[in-house]
């Protein structure tokens, strides 16, 4: 049997999209978090790189970027930067969250071990 040796590649995109709870200066509002446009772009290293966006409305609609060497861990390293985020928001007095308060937007299961 011949060994898999394939170069990893990617093809498609994807948006995934999550609606939060904000309580900001005491007032309740929904907003969203929108993680995806996962693509392949050249740093000014030229050294190939991927890259993640992401947008948090209300706190900082503007979709932004996080890399990676690869897709994976372009969209690991946004995940675990989005996890942060939120914490430093609840440390500044606004909470976020998915489905009960302190959930940290459904973000700190994947990271609770990392800290």
């Known amino acids: 049997m011949k060994p898999h040796t394939s170069k990893p590649t990617f093809e498609k995109s ?3 999209r999550r609606v939060l709870k904000f309580r900001i200066k005491g007032k309740l509002q929904e907003g969203e978090l929108v993680i995806g446009n996962l693509r392949k772009v050249e740093t000014k290293e030229k050294a190939p790189s991927f890259a993640c ?9 503007k979709p932004r970027d996080i890399y990676g060497e690869d897709a994976l861990g372009a969209l690991v390293n946004c ?9 430093n928001y609840a440390e500044a007095g606004i909470e976020i ?3 009960e308060k302190g959930d940290n937007a459904g973000l700190k299961p994947f990271f609770a ?3």
């Open 14 to 16: 994807f948006e995934i």
């Open 53 to 61: 966006s992401w947008s948090l409305s209300p706190t900082d609609p």
């Open 79 to 87: 995940l675990a930067f989005l996890n942060a985020y939120v914490q």
């Open 97 to 99: 969250w998915w489905l």
């Open 113 to 115: 071990e990392m800290a």
